[in-house]
């Protein structure tokens, strides 16, 4: 069987509430599923409560996080609200809440009425980042797609981005490991882009006491999936997987099988527990 770690609901950025992951994992037939949505927990127990009895739960979070390199993000498991994870990550929330009155202030002065009550709306729950914006301009027409309002507007060096706190990947690590929880950084194609780079950034996740890299992704191809596996293996990393399945945000990719082909082990969730402190 098959096992999906990285899903997002609508409590960040996706667009299903957390039970219905749960009903799309059990009805794809896997074995064990995680609840990954960025910098929060608030859906972790309505997805548990679906869970319940019928298929594995595994609560988790994903985290952008600084190391000295392209921007990374890093997915956590077996990680609880509440847990000093959870506590410090409070501090990184309202630094979101912040950069989104200043991006939406820089929209404003490039002449696109979006509002704060607006992308509130589009959000309704949950950790609010620059993918709602992203719908916001979409509603006033500003853009066609999201892409367009991230590649003209909202990505690292467009006019509205700002900047907001993040943890070190190093502190990251630590508050995961205190939590007692393991990590994995999640499509490393975002640090990466040839065999020798991805070779240079293992050795550094090994390094810094990482659990995993996630191997089995949506996007790669078959070739480079195994490619990245048989690489973290060789560093003693647990190649993880998931869909990244975001819904709507993110079209034709389906919780489990991604875009159709993607089969993530069931054996990596053991492999993962395993390494838990």
């Not at 875009?259 to 053991?270: A, F, I, K, M, N």
Request: aromatic share 6%.
């Amino acid at each position: 069987m098959s096992v999906d770690l990285h899903l997002h609901s609508r409590y960040s950025d996706g667009t299903a509430e957390p039970a219905e992951l749960v009903e799309m994992a059990i009805a794809a037939g896997l074995s064990a599923v995680a609840l990954t949505d960025h910098d929060g927990f608030e859906g972790i127990e309505q997805a548990r409560a679906a869970a319940a009895g019928r298929i594995r739960f595994i609560p988790g979070i994903e985290l952008s996080v600084d190391w000295p390199g392209p921007g990374l993000h890093l997915l956590a498991w077996w990680v609880e609200p509440g847990s000093p994870l959870d506590l410090e990550l409070e501090e990184v929330r309202q630094s979101r809440a912040e950069r989104n009155l200043a991006m939406i202030a820089a929209l404003n002065e490039l002449g696109h009425p979006v509002t704060l009550e607006q992308v509130m709306k589009i959000s309704e729950k949950g950790v609010v980042g620059r993918p709602h914006l992203a719908q916001a301009l979409l509603e006033l027409g500003v853009v066609e797609t999201e892409g367009q309002a991230f590649a003209e507007y909202l990505a690292s060096g467009r006019p509205a981005y700002r900047s907001r706190k993040r943890f070190s990947l190093g502190r990251a690590v630590e508050l995961v490991g205190v939590s007692g929880g393991v990590t994995a950084v999640a499509h490393p194609h975002t640090v990466a882009d040839n065999a020798e780079e991805f070779a240079a950034a293992f050795d550094r996740f090994a390094a810094l006491g990482i659990t995993g890299v996630e191997c089995w992704y949506s996007e790669y191809p078959l070739g480079q999936r195994f490619a990245l596996a048989e690489m973290a293996a060789r560093r003693g990393l647990v190649a993880t997987g998931g869909s990244d399945y975001h819904g709507s945000h993110k079209p034709g990719i389906e919780v489990g099988t991604g875009r159709g082909d993607l089969t993530v082990p069931d054996e990596v969730v053991e492999a993962l527990e395993a390494r838990r402190p």
